[in-house]
């Protein structure tokens, strides 16, 4: 049963972080009574986020300068780490426990989240899905994808998983935010984001379900986040 929930937003804040920070804003003041909620931000300085917010029980900013010492992909990869060890930092802080985690991207909306949270608890509560939530499980927008190279023969595939919204137990996220260390330690690991984070999930042999209760869209997709909520995209697609 998820009583306590954390939230990750990690990346880089767009034009538009007002709006998606007003509505995490409106998720936390309306979360169930039985039901705490966190929120923890890793990205890096903008002309979008300066000051601190009452959002985020722990944030942590980059100084640009120091992404010189990243290469391509570790940009994310850190952050990703780096959020991980702020929630870890708070819950021996405030000696807590988080039952699931949600990890997305600054740019992106989600709607109707309480109530997508009471029917992850529906499932967890089922007497089929009595390990629901566990540390091999993740859950998404998308799923593991076989994908075929452009200009390439047709043997020649690779895996690709996309990063805008993960969710699970802690030891999935965690498992999930580790996976700069492996891409530095290996050369196995392409530095390709996508492709990379695909064939590291494999190998920990991690499932990766694609959840078709979640409400969710890229902030640029729409106009505002009420058009979101009313399935009123840019381009006059289904949502």
Request: glycine share 4%.
């Given at each position: 049963?998820?009583?306590?929930?954390?939230?990750?937003?990690?990346?880089?804040?767009?034009?538009?972080?007002?709006?998606?920070?007003?509505?995490?804003?409106?998720?936390?003041?309306?979360?169930?009574?039985?039901?705490?909620?966190?929120?923890?931000?890793?990205?890096?300085?903008?002309?979008?986020?300066?000051?601190?917010?009452?959002?985020?029980?722990?944030?942590?900013?980059?100084?640009?300068?120091?992404?010189?010492?990243?290469?391509?992909?570790?940009?994310?990869?850190?952050?990703?780490?780096?959020?991980?060890?702020?929630?870890?930092?708070?819950?021996?802080?405030?000696?807590?426990?988080?039952?699931?985690?949600?990890?997305?991207?600054?740019?992106?909306?989600?709607?109707?989240?309480?109530?997508?949270?009471?029917?992850?608890?529906?499932r967890i509560n089922s007497d089929y899905l009595t390990s629901y939530l566990n540390?091999?499980?993740?859950?998404?927008?998308?799923?593991?994808?076989?994908?075929?190279?452009?200009?390439?023969t047709q043997e020649q595939f690779y895996f690709f998983v996309d990063d805008k919204?993960?969710?699970?137990?802690?030891?999935?996220?965690?498992?999930?935010?580790?996976?700069?260390?492996?891409?530095?330690?290996?050369?196995?690991?392409?530095?390709?984001?996508?492709?990379?984070?695909?064939?590291?999930?494999?190998?920990?042999?991690?499932?990766?379900?694609?959840?078709?209760?979640?409400?969710?869209?890229?902030?640029?997709?729409?106009?505002?986040?009420?058009?979101?909520?009313?399935?009123?995209?840019?381009?006059?697609?289904?949502?």
């Amino acid at each position: 049963m998820i009583k306590s929930v954390a939230v990750h937003i990690v990346g880089q804040l767009r034009e538009g972080w007002e709006e998606v920070h007003n509505q995490w804003l409106s998720v936390k003041d309306n979360a169930p009574a039985n039901i705490d909620i966190d929120f923890f931000l890793c990205s890096w300085e903008s002309d979008e986020y300066k000051e601190p917010s009452s959002l985020f029980v722990k944030s942590h900013l980059d100084d640009s300068d120091k992404f010189k010492y990243d290469v391509g992909i570790l940009y994310y990869y850190n952050r990703m780490k780096k959020v991980s060890l702020l929630r870890k930092e708070y819950e021996i802080e405030s000696n807590k426990k988080y039952d699931f985690v949600v990890q997305i991207r600054p740019d992106a909306y989600m709607g109707n989240f309480w109530r997508w949270i009471e029917i992850i608890n529906d499932r967890i509560n089922s007497d089929y899905l009595t390990s629901y939530l566990n540390n091999h499980k993740l859950i998404s927008t998308n799923t593991l994808a076989t994908h075929k190279g452009r200009h390439k023969t047709q043997e020649q595939f690779y895996f690709f998983v996309d990063d805008k919204f993960f969710a699970g137990a802690p030891g999935a996220i965690d498992y999930l935010n580790n996976v700069g260390d492996e891409v530095v330690r290996s050369s196995k690991y392409q530095l390709n984001y996508h492709v990379s984070l695909a064939e590291y999930l494999l190998d920990g042999r991690m499932i990766v379900e694609k959840d078709l209760k979640i409400k969710f869209g890229l902030q640029r997709d729409f106009n505002s986040f009420q058009d979101f909520i009313d399935g009123n995209n840019k381009y006059n697609l289904v949502v």
